[in-house]
């Protein structure tokens, strides 16, 4: 059988022989016998074809362009790759607010453009059908990675570590918000450590939670400009989680943190027996955290630039959560750092944060080991 040539680009056809038709494997188009038939098909080359020479080839028959095309689709691989790693990076510190929402908006639409331009690029006709495949060069690299990381390269062998940690850490705390039973009472993390004697409370006058919120809110701002810190702004999507999470606490009649990892943290405080004056209810809960080292890190740390304070306060309880998001916190602070190390080398995470923290260490009455 006679080679045919595509009218379109010259390039030399193949027979397919379970359709019964031509292809063309540049410009991936069809042609019937009959379409071969017409114009000449048969006697006419175009023009750039008949003029154009044989390909240099080198040693051992290598085609030059082919080389080149096989290592610019192996940097395109690369590079989108990469791209898929920073524009991960990128919408990540955009959702735990680590950046300004417009700056991160563009620069996040930004790199999604860029990387639809190189998946386009690949996916030509010029790269398509070159070697290696994406799929080749991805799975080559993540093996290269989980090697390097076990052999114990850095930095692969730390970021394995890393890893390792924090997945054991989220499986504790799973673990520990699961049963009941390793949770820390509510005495034994919020002041007063017991509770006080039933009185009969006078009249309370008509404040509002929100306004308690509000001077809670207000007394925090104050130790932070006391300390020499910018206050924290409002957040009405944050109140939302953080009342979630209060009334949560209220339901449950425990104090307990989020998970580590979430997008926001929290300091803690509760009585379920309740009965506190709502006109010194606020400045309970301030000088409760303010007098414990380790919430009073948090609220005095620096880099936070976002807070809200939610109170429950009812029949189940008194209950309240001051809330920030995490992507502002950066390390955090010096002396929470110390105390996690500490927890760390001690049981590897093996045991509970909270219940290391207040049933080993016996914190908040004893805080040596942690100023020392």
Request: with cysteine; net charge positive.
């Amino acid at each position: 059988m006679r080679q045919e040539r595509c009218p379109s680009c010259g390039k030399k056809l193949y027979y397919d022989s379970s359709l019964l038709f031509w292809r063309c494997k540049r410009c991936k188009r069809i042609y019937t016998h009959h379409d071969l038939q017409i114009k000449h098909i048969y006697t006419r080359r175009p023009h750039n074809i008949a003029r154009r020479s044989r390909p240099r080839r080198g040693p051992y028959g290598t085609n030059h362009n082919n080389l080149f095309s096989s290592i610019a689709k192996l940097l395109l691989c690369l590079l989108a790759i990469a791209g898929l790693g920073i524009t991960a990076w990128t919408g990540y510190r955009l959702f735990t607010h680590q950046i300004d929402s417009l700056t991160g908006i563009l620069i996040f639409l930004t790199e999604i453009g860029l990387l639809i331009w190189i998946i386009r690029v690949l996916r030509s006709p010029r790269f398509r059908l070159k070697k290696p495949s994406f799929n080749l060069v991805f799975w080559s690299l993540v093996a290269i990675a989980l090697a390097c990381a076990f052999v114990g390269i850095e930095p692969m062998s730390s970021a394995k570590s890393r890893a390792t940690s924090y997945a054991g850490q989220v499986w504790q705390t799973i673990i520990v918000s699961s049963q009941s039973s390793t949770t820390v009472p509510v005495e034994q993390v919020s002041p007063p450590s017991k509770p006080p004697p039933p009185v009969p409370t006078p009249q309370l006058p008509n404040i509002s939670v929100l306004e308690l919120e509000q001077e809670t809110f207000r007394l925090i701002n104050n130790e932070r400009e006391r300390a020499g810190i910018l206050p924290t702004r409002w957040d009405d999507k944050l109140y939302k989680l953080s009342k979630a999470h209060t009334e949560n606490m209220a339901n449950q009649g425990r104090l307990f943190h989020t998970p580590t990892g979430a997008s926001y943290a929290e300091n803690a405080w509760g009585a379920s027996w309740g009965g506190i004056n709502r006109v010194n209810l606020a400045k309970v809960i301030v000088d409760s955290w303010m007098s414990s080292p380790l919430h009073r890190a948090w609220i005095l740390h620096g880099s936070l630039r976002t807070s809200v304070v939610s109170i429950v306060d009812d029949n189940r309880g008194q209950y309240a959560s001051w809330t920030f998001w995490t992507g502002e916190a950066g390390a955090g602070p010096a002396l929470v750092r110390k105390a996690y190390n500490l927890w760390m080398s001690e049981t590897g995470g093996s045991i509970p944060w909270l219940k290391w923290l207040y049933e080993i260490k016996g914190y908040p009455s004893n805080t040596s080991w942690l100023l020392q």
